[in-house]
């Protein structure tokens, strides 16, 4: 079968795993510590679309906290260990996720572009059974800017690229997104771009070509035909 599909690249948090609100709670833990008030609806509006350091910074900026980068670092590694608290009382993939990867990479090459900190997805992805399927990911750390610049997703496709020594078509190869920052970084790096309804309403994925309740709802030739338009 020839598919006008050629590659999909998967946020993380909030489209694999059901990660959000263990990392608003790790977050809001480590800022209690110092005092510092944090509330579920903050972080879904302001904050989600960023990772760790961006987190703290934006969150600095916007209150008027100091944010020297020791004490970004220190409270960036405080949520970590409290997340690794967190994630170690079950699962986090959301229904489905496990079963459309697998289908998925058995179709096309897949790749992940997340803001979430490496270690933290390998170790869910190792636990599923699914690290292997991953041509390659791109985590916290690895580019230069965040989402929403179109950096992370920018990397993953070359690294695709690379991988598979194939020249990919950004038109045809799909991104898989939870959030509004996501989506605008996924289009800035010229992908076509799904959304899933796990985080937001889809009155807030602006710029998602194709919207759905998750990767169990998700189907490769339902991506094929986005592709193919």
């Keep these: ?13 909030g489209v694999i795993a059901n990660s ?8 809001k833990q480590a800022l209690d510590e110092d005092g510092i008030d944090f509330r579920a609806a903050d972080y879904f509006a302001h904050y989600l679309g960023f990772d760790d350091v961006g987190v703290f910074r934006a969150l600095g900026r916007d209150r008027g906290l ?11 590694a405080r949520k970590g260990e409290r997340l690794q608290e967190l994630l ?18 058995a179709a096309v090459p897949v790749a992940i572009a997340s803001g979430a900190l490496r270690h933290e997805i390998e170790e869910i992805l190792e636990a599923a059974q699914l690290r292997a399927l991953f ?11 965040s989402k929403p610049s179109p950096a992370p997703y920018q990397k993953a496709f070359e690294q695709l690229r690379a991988e598979t020594g194939v020249a990919l078509d950004p038109r045809r190869s799909v991104a898989i997104e939870d959030s509004r920052w996501g989506i605008e970084s996924a289009r800035g790096a010229g992908l076509r771009c799904v959304g899933v309804t796990n985080s937001y309403p889809a009155h807030a994925l602006p710029g998602a070509e194709l919207i759905v309740g998750g990767l169990g709802s998700l189907t490769l030739a339902a991506l094929d035909d986005l592709c193919s338009s």
């Design 1 to 13: 079968m020839t598919r006008a599909l050629q590659a999909i690249i998967f946020d993380f948090d």
């Design 20 to 27: 959000e609100p263990l990392h608003f709670t790790a977050f």
């Design 66 to 76: 100091p944010m020297a980068d020791p004490r970004v670092s220190e409270l960036v």
């Design 88 to 105: 170690a009382s079950g699962s986090v993939l959301f229904p489905g996720a496990a079963e459309f990867i697998r289908q998925a990479a």
């Design 135 to 145: 041509r390659t990911i791109v985590a916290s750390g690895d580019t230069p800017a």
